[in-house]
């Protein structure tokens, strides 16, 4: 802008002079180049009053322009550093979501590993063993109970649990988990019905098994435990299992309790009671042994009591006896004593 009035300017300068110089050699009169010069300086005055304002103008915009960049510089700072913060923030949620990514990566490969180890039916039961073991550990002291318990026909229990008077729980694990896989895994009607009725078969041949370790002769409870360590399996067998082959009817007609990891406890719980009031009972006992004992004791004490009491009367009496006869022989000497002289000298002798 500045530039462009400096150009006007040396225009308007160039063309005053080249009409001063083009009147100067017609002989122009000296009032003629008095106007003019009047005229110029006039122009030239009246120029550089506009040159002034518009540089005063030209300045006033240039600040303006400069605080506007100003602050658009500075919010543009401010933009860009809440950008940086926003960039890094995302980096920052981005790699956490990689590593969590990669955990549920490392989980899914887990899962699938233990998917595979729960395909063969022994790994199956020691890691339903393990389980119980655990739970087991978890409420009762370690010489409560045994892992596993043999009985004398040979026959092995996963856990047996001991009571009060030698008597044992015993309690099983089983893991009936191929066919409920097929039921739980189909949508077929038909194929459905067919794995159910093959979980069915695997479940009662698991209660009839468990059914054989009650053996009241050698000290176990009317009834044993069925521990199935997965709830979904449990949930099937108890409450989804209905109908003409029901499980849970099934299982208490053989006396075998279902329990799974959930309400185990409840069930340890109820154990655990049970234990606590055949200690009470056996002291009940105990105490009501001792007040027999002490009531016989007591009743040994009351007839020598008894007998003491005959013995004092007797003395008593005899001591009343004998006082009236000392009373008697008392009276008589003093009867004696008043009959005279005679009675002096034979007392005297008698002495």
């Known amino acids: 802008m500045e530039i462009l009035l400096v150009i006007t300017i040396g225009l308007i300068l160039v063309g005053l002079f080249l009409i001063y110089t083009r009147l100067t050699p017609r002989g122009s009169d000296q009032g003629g180049l008095q106007l003019l010069n009047e005229t110029f300086n006039a122009r030239m005055k009246e120029i550089h009053q506009q040159f002034q304002e518009q540089t005063a103008q030209v300045n006033m915009r240039l600040r303006e322009n400069a605080d506007i960049l100003q602050k658009s510089s500075r919010t543009m700072g401010e933009r860009l550093e809440n950008t940086t913060k926003v ?14 990514t990669k955990r549920i990566y490392d989980v899914g490969k887990d899962i699938a590993g ?17 389980f119980l073991k655990d739970i087991l550990s ?19 229990v996963d856990a047996a649990l001991h009571l009060a008077d030698d008597k044992i729980v015993p309690i099983d694990s089983k893991f009936p988990l191929e066919n409920f896989r097929k039921l739980i895994g189909t949508d077929n009607e038909e194929e459905k019905k067919k794995a159910q009725k093959a979980f069915t078969s695997d479940v009662k041949k698991r209660i009839d098994e468990i059914a054989r370790y009650i053996l009241p002769d050698e000290g176990t409870m009317d009834f044993a435990l069925l ?34 990891p959930n309400n185990f406890f409840v069930y340890l ?25 002490l009531k016989g004791d007591f009743t040994k ?13 007797n003395a008593s009496n005899k001591y009343d006896d004998a006082k009236r006869r000392l009373d008697k022989v008392g009276s008589k000497l003093e009867n004696i004593e008043h009959l005279g002289a005679p009675v002096a000298p034979t007392l005297a002798a008698g002495e």
């Open 87 to 100: 960039v890094g923030s995302v980096t920052d949620r981005l790699s956490k979501m990689e590593e969590a």
């Open 114 to 130: 233990l998917h595979d180890i729960l395909r063969a039916p022994k790994l199956r039961g020691n890691l339903g063993e393990l």
């Open 138 to 156: 978890q409420y009762f002291p370690r010489e409560s109970f045994s892992m596993p318990y043999t009985f004398r026909s040979g026959e092995k």
């Open 227 to 260: 521990y199935i360590p997965a709830e979904n399996v449990y949930y099937e067998v108890i409450v989804k299992n209905e109908g003409e082959g029901n499980l849970s009817e099934y299982a208490f007609k053989k006396r075998v309790i279902p329990v799974s």
């Open 269 to 293: 719980q109820t154990i655990l009671m049970g234990l606590r009031g055949l200690q009470i009972e056996k002291s009940a006992q105990e105490i009501q042994a001792s007040l027999v004992r």
């Open 301 to 313: 004490f009351d007839d020598t009591f008894e007998v003491l009491g005959t013995h004092l009367t």
